[in-house]
């Protein structure tokens, strides 16, 4: 505790009568159905800065030295209830409540993570987008918000455009982002619904009481076991989105003997296939806390999550696939012994601990204090199919080998392939192809191992797995200070430490004995009959592996962070005003344990070192114009180290970090008007954005690179895409009316224009480059930034009956959706020869059309939800169904355009052909699905 001995010889110097008595409102909220007490229910006064949370046993007390009024509307609220707003009389000594219902909300008991279905638009390669929904599912009640996060969150959309790297999730107040990607890997705690509806929400940049917090929000997470009321829960689901069942167990003890508190949850979430062809799903969820208090000041809370999930994923597929084969298919899957087996499963099995001290030093005094463990793994499995023979050519050896690429839709093998040379089309075997794929199209299995029983030494295919080993510390100390009833102080001391072990693993053999540890591939996907050994480990020459074996690559990445942040919060009769400032720095380094053969002067041993200073200043001003209006504004300058995906060039074979690398610059203002009354919510926001300097590393196969002086020129390349600058304008809209005791409209628009604001620079990197290429500028200047539709509205209903059944639906509809343009055709590039030299066949104005951004169909989904619920005498027995996209609609998502064609002469050839070779590949959103919730509360 030597973080926290510091704060007590720094409060140490300071001075302040906090025992002096004044008036306050108290009171104690219990369940409406249950009657057992509510702990962190929000109390709040509408129009002012004072707020509270109920203690274990529902109680609450809020002190009301600086109030005037004599009338004032308090505010009530639980995540899982229904608001309560409630007019109190002041008197001189305060007033004294009593006992305060919170009805349960059961439009909400089983919405959590309704229409939401993960998709592997959202979780391609490690990343995911989905995220920065995710941690607003719980965590408020603005309309706005919730339909981002229910209605919105279907279609890839993003609040603001914002990918999940500029929000912060926390839990018990420990940072969860990974250093990785900056995103959280949200499942690590899927499944455990019910113990999560604890959630404090900050939207954007506004002030928070844990960490300067991201862009696009910040949410903590309270697992305290002594948070949770004394319940018990059962509940069962069916659906047909990325799970078909789930079935979870919640208790919750409440305070026992001697202060003791304590919860668990268990769940379980299966599907054979899901929504999507092939997409099996299996994950089992588990939480424990416990929590003592130690006399009325100190309490120490351990909790535990293991939540381990395999997931099949499922594949983006061209215009030409799509139309002979449909939306839900996958070529990821075949049938091995009469069950469903995907090559790309991901796998993750990351635990995590945290300890927790909470020291109430004194009444407007706390102290938390935070360490946590998380480790495990993430594997990602393949198919590896480049296999090989060693042939002895006298002084040398080559190797003949590599198999077939085994992917059914591999462009090879597509009916498009055979007729891509106009003149010299081949029906037949076009017509061949095509009927293949119709009665056939799944990954054949026993081919695999049929191949490899031909040479069972070297094996031909093997099943490899990408693996990612982390061990995470992390450690912080959180102040919380009411100085007095006008000024607040919050500060957090924080430290993070990373290692990372990245690997290739031998996950099956199929039917071999050992496979040769080399890479023959001279291009992605296309073997080369016969070349040079180019081996993974010079260390370990021509090494034969088995399976379990670690090959191909093996690096270890060490990172830190260190971080410290405070915040004053000051409130006026009419005006509050925060100030927010953040320091710190982060770390980055990669060790090789591999010397590579491509790559021999810089892939064993230690990197440099990546440095990053992480430093911003925030403010925020709310002015009241009386209980019912206010105005807001927010307004930030801070710098955001990149994650570390973004750092290296290539780290499965080299050191090598990207040029110039910096921290991103983020500028942003938000203002918002907001109207609150009885019956009317109304919030209109107005936000710019401004996110300088960003660095993208991506990984591809090209055709037609110029200046590498042979014709046609291939190669698998790393794109670095740095001093980006993104800019993001927009606005947001959510309203609600009460129309009468049980029928509420509801509106919502998030309407955003995201675009690209200047030309980055685009280098590429190869194995068959002697150094980085440097293209110039990518001229993407005002292309809209991909990740869902830009714009988006909806109307619409929740009818309450007072007999406990409830009835909604919401109109939505998505526009300005854009595909991912490919940066290296929008450079000098694209209008030049293999030799450098300009192409004479270049047209500007098709190069024009060629080059147009696509931009996706608009279009509507109708959504349905409506439950029934039932109290049986202290038991509560709930209902809920959710329907969405009732029409059926099919939609794009998502998609990109592929990099093979990366000149105009390629490129113009291709799309001169009736059916591309190298289309646009794209994801297809779900038709009609549902979710059905059966719970008992008890």
Do not use: C
């Not at 927010?580 to 344990?593: E, I, P, T």
């Not at 807001?632 to 801070?638: K, R, T």
């Amino acid at each position: 505790m030597k973080i926290s001995i510091f704060w007590v010889l720094l409060l140490s110097l300071f001075s302040l009568d906090i025992h002096a008595q004044q008036p306050a409102l108290e009171g104690r909220l219990v369940d409406a159905i249950t009657n057992v007490p509510l702990p962190q229910v929000k109390i709040a006064i509408e129009g002012s800065f004072l707020e509270t949370f109920t203690a274990p046993d529902g109680t609450f007390s809020l002190g009301l030295e600086n109030i005037a009024q004599k009338e004032v509307l308090l505010n009530i609220s639980r995540t899982g209830y229904i608001n309560r707003r409630l007019p109190v009389k002041l008197n001189a000594e305060g007033k004294k409540l009593g006992e305060i219902s919170l009805q349960p909300d059961e439009f909400y008991e089983g919405n959590n993570q309704v229409t939401i279905s993960l998709t592997d638009a959202e979780v391609l390669g490690e990343e995911g987008s989905f995220d920065n929904i995710s941690g607003i599912l719980q965590s408020t009640r603005d309309v706005y918000l919730n339909t981002a996060a229910f209605d919105f969150s279907q279609t890839f959309f993003r609040v603001r455009g914002l990918g999940a790297e500029y929000g912060k999730l926390l839990i018990n107040g420990m940072e969860m982002n990974k250093f990785y990607d900056g995103r959280p890997q949200w499942s690590n705690w899927g499944g455990l619904n019910d113990v999560q509806r604890n959630q404090v929400f900050t939207n954007g940049i506004g002030a928070g009481e844990y960490a300067f917090g991201g862009l696009g929000g910040t949410t903590n997470i309270l697992m305290r076991a002594s948070k949770y009321q004394k319940s018990a829960r059962l509940s069962l689901a069916g659906a047909n989105r990325t799970y078909t069942g789930r079935a979870m167990a919640t208790y919750s003890s409440g305070i026992q003997e001697n202060g003791w508190y304590y919860a668990f949850s268990i769940g379980k979430r299966y599907a054979a296939e899901g929504y999507i062809d092939g997409t099996v799903f299996d994950a089992n969820s588990f939480f424990m806390s416990v929590e003592k208090e130690f006399g009325e000041s100190h309490a120490i809370n351990l909790a535990a999550i293991y939540t381990p999930v395999a997931r099949g994923r499922s594949a983006p597929l061209t215009k030409e696939v799509l139309q002979l084969k449909g939306s839900r298919y996958n070529p990821y899957w075949g049938m091995q012994e009469g069950e469903i087996r995907n090559s790309r499963m991901r796998e993750v099995r990351e635990p995590v601990l945290m300890l927790n001290h909470f020291w109430d030093i004194s009444e407007p005094l706390q102290l938390n204090t935070n360490i946590s463990y998380q480790f495990g793994e993430v594997s990602n499995s393949r198919i590896d199919y480049g296999g090989t023979n060693p042939v002895n050519l006298g002084e040398q050896v080559a190797f003949v080998g590599g198999g077939q690429n085994p992917d059914p839709t591999y462009y090879q093998k597509l009916p498009g392939y055979y007729l891509r040379f106009a003149g010299s089309e081949n029906f037949e075997a076009a017509y061949r192809a095509q009927i293949d794929l119709l009665e056939n199209g799944q990954l054949d299995w026993e081919q695999l191992y049929r191949a490899n029983q031909n040479n069972p030494e070297n094996a031909v295919y093997v099943l490899a797995e990408d693996i990612n080993q982390d061990k995470i510390f992390s450690a912080n100390t959180i102040l919380s200070w009411n100085i007095n009833e006008r000024l607040k102080l919050n500060s957090t001391l924080s430290f993070s430490k990373l290692d990372s072990h990245n690997f290739a693993r031998i996950g099956d053999l199929f039917g071999g004995e050992t496979y040769l540890d080399i890479d023959v591939f001279a291009e992605e996907g296309e073997a080369n009959p016969l070349v040079s050994a180019v081996q993974a480990n010079l260390l370990e020459p021509n090494r034969m592996v088995q399976e379990g074996d670690l090959y191909k690559y093996d690096y270890e990445i060490e990172a830190s962070r260190a971080e410290s942040f405070v915040q004053a919060q000051y409130y006026f009769r009419k005006l509050e005003l925060s100030l927010s400032a953040k320091l710190g720095r982060v770390n980055y380094q990669r060790d090789g344990n591999y010397q590579n053969g491509i790559f021999p002067q810089n892939s064993l041993g230690k990197s440099e070192q990546a440095a990053f200073l992480e430093y911003g200043l925030k403010s925020a001003a709310v002015y009241k114009f009386s209980g019912r209006q206010n105005i807001e504004m927010n307004i930030g300058y801070f710098s955001k180290a990149p994650g570390y995906r973004n750092v290296f060039v290539n780290p499965r074979q080299n050191n090598q970090v990207v040029p110039d690398i910096s921290e991103e610059i983020i500028q942003t203002l938000d203002l918002s008007y907001r109207f609150r009354s009885s019956k009317f919510n109304f919030r209109l926001t107005g936000f710019y954005t401004e996110v300088n300097n960003a660095t993208e590393v991506s990984y591809y196969f090209a055709n037609g690179i110029s200046d590498q002086g042979m014709e046609n020129s291939s190669a698998f390349v790393q794109e670095l895409l740095s001093d980006i600058d993104k800019q993001y304008l927009g606005m947001e809209l959510g309203s609600e009316y009460q129309v009468t005791t049980t029928l509420k409209l509801k509106a919502a628009a998030g309407i955003g224009q995201y675009i690209y604001s200047n030309n980055p620079q685009l280098r590429l990197s190869s194995a068959s480059f002697e150094r980085i290429q440097d293209y110039g500028r990518s001229y993407l200047k005002n292309y809209r930034l991909p990740g869902g539709p830009q714009q988006a509205t909806m109307f619409g209903f929740e009818y309450r009956d007072p007999a406990y059944w409830w009835f909604g639906a919401t109109m939505n509809f998505f526009s300005q959706a854009f595909i991912d343009v490919n940066p290296l055709s929008r450079t000098s590039n694209f209008q030049t020869d293999y030799d450098g030299q300009p192409l004479l066949d270049y047209d500007p104005e098709i190069a024009r059309e060629l080059l147009e951004q696509e931009q996706f169909q608009d279009y509507y989904l109708l959504n349905l939800v409506g439950g029934k619920s039932w109290r049986i005498k202290d038991k509560y027995l709930g209902i809920f169904m959710s329907v969405n996209n009732l029409l059926d609609k099919e939609y794009i998502s998502g998609g990109f355009e592929q990099a093979r064609n990366s000149n105009y002469r390629n490129l113009k050839e291709d799309r001169d052909r009736d059916i591309p070779v190298f289309g646009n590949k794209y994801w297809l959103g779900y038709g009609t699905s549902f979710f059905a919730n059966l719970s008992l509360k008890f």
